[in-house]
């Protein structure tokens, strides 16, 4: 006999957060961290050079919503050259 599967009682209440990174491209040195620690991988490398000559994250293109306000982004990037806005709807 198949179980029931379990649900939340309050499933149809529950949202995904969402957040909006800001960059100081003036701040980051290209050191990716930021990127690669992203667990929804909407951070990319501009192909822009800030004043310094580094390149400087951007976020994806069609991904504008899938940003979680994690804050990792901010939380690794040792210029303080990143922060995230939480998104209310
Ligand atoms: S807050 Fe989280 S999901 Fe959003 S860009 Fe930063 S690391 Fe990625
Ligand atoms: S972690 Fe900071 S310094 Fe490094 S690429 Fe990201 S914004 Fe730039």
Not at 27 to 41: A, D, H, N, S, W
Not at 45 to 61: A, R, T
């Amino acid at each position: 006999m198949q179980r029931a599967g379990r649900k939340l009682l309050n499933a149809d209440k529950l949202t995904v957060p969402c957040g909006r990174p800001v960059v100081l491209k003036e701040r980051c040195k290209g050191c990716r961290l930021c990127v690669e620690y992203c667990p929804k991988q909407v951070l990319e490398m501009s192909k822009d050079f800030n004043e310094k000559g580094y390149h400087y994250p951007q976020l994806k293109q069609g991904q504008e919503k899938d940003c979680i306000n994690c804050g990792y982004c901010q939380e690794v990037c040792p210029d303080f050259a990143i922060y995230v806005e939480k998104v209310t709807s």
